[in-house]
């Protein structure tokens, strides 16, 4: 299994500012996700997180608004922009084991709140 | 389309009994199933993967069911504790794709 972190684990910001959010694995992964959770919903995939390279973004979700860093294969982060009450959410890093069956470990969250 | 429904979104029971939770899924081509528990305010936590050819799994008080022909699985919990007070999320990967379909979960509140 891996353990991840995550930094912040919650805010509570303003409208029109950014927030960044650090996700860190203690070991390598090739993999790396950001999700978010609206209250009382599911995980929505934001976007796929490449080391190297360009994050690739699900439908509904632009780099402009959620641009995403990976440095190295341990960390990563995910800036959410011109904040608005939509985005109040708990924003949550996944990673993807190498294994058979693909298995999916979750951060703790950030849970943000913008006013 | 690749859909996972829950049943019930909610459920509360009493500390001790035991419970079902259900799942129904469509996504194709099939490549695993797993149960997530998140409590509030904290990422999922796996609790089992089940891939085709499995149709049961055990991790301590939850055991998990899977019927690939009928696209159904079941999360059971014998001697429920409150501890187990926590959202339940059905997970569905399909082969050849990296993203994962979610369930919406079902809330479960055990009442001491």
């Known amino acids: 299994s891996a353990v991840i972190s995550q930094k912040p684990s919650r805010d509570i910001c303003q409208r029109g500012t950014s927030l960044t959010i650090q996700c860190q694995v203690d070991?390598?992964?090739?993999?790396m996700f950001w999700y978010r959770q609206q209250p009382g919903q599911s995980l929505t995939l934001i976007a796929t997180?490449?080391?190297?390279?360009?994050?690739?973004?699900e439908s509904g979700f632009v780099i402009d608004k959620f641009p995403i860093s990976r440095p190295n294969l341990t960390f990563s982060t995910l800036t959410v922009s011109n904040m608005s009450p939509e985005d109040s959410s708990i924003y949550l890093c996944?990673?993807?084991?190498?294994?058979?069956?693909?298995?999916?470990?979750f951060g703790p969250g950030t849970r943000l709140t913008v006013l | 389309k690749n859909q996972v429904e829950q049943s019930p979104q909610s459920l509360i029971i009493l500390e001790g009994k035991n419970c079902t939770l259900q799942?129904?899924?469509?996504?194709?081509?099939?490549?695993?199933l797993r149960w997530y528990k998140q409590d509030t305010g904290r990422g999922p936590v796996s609790l089992t993967i089940?891939?085709?050819?499995?149709n049961t799994k055990s991790n301590g008080r939850y055991t998990a069911t899977l019927d690939a022909d009928t696209k159904q699985s079941s999360l059971h919990i014998t001697a429920s504790q409150l501890s187990d007070s926590a959202s339940y999320i059905c997970?569905?990967?399909?082969?050849?794709?990296?993203?994962?379909?979610f369930g919406t979960g079902t809330r479960l509140l055990v009442s001491p």
């Open positions: 996944s990673v993807e084991s190498s294994g058979d069956t693909n298995e999916q470990f």
């Open positions: 070991s390598q992964v090739t993999m």
């Open positions: 997180a490449n080391q190297g390279s360009e994050a690739t973004y």
């Open positions: 799942c129904n899924y469509t996504v194709s081509p099939f490549s695993n």
């Open positions: 089940m891939t085709f050819s499995e």
């Open positions: 997970v569905v990967s399909a082969t050849g794709f990296q993203k994962l379909v």
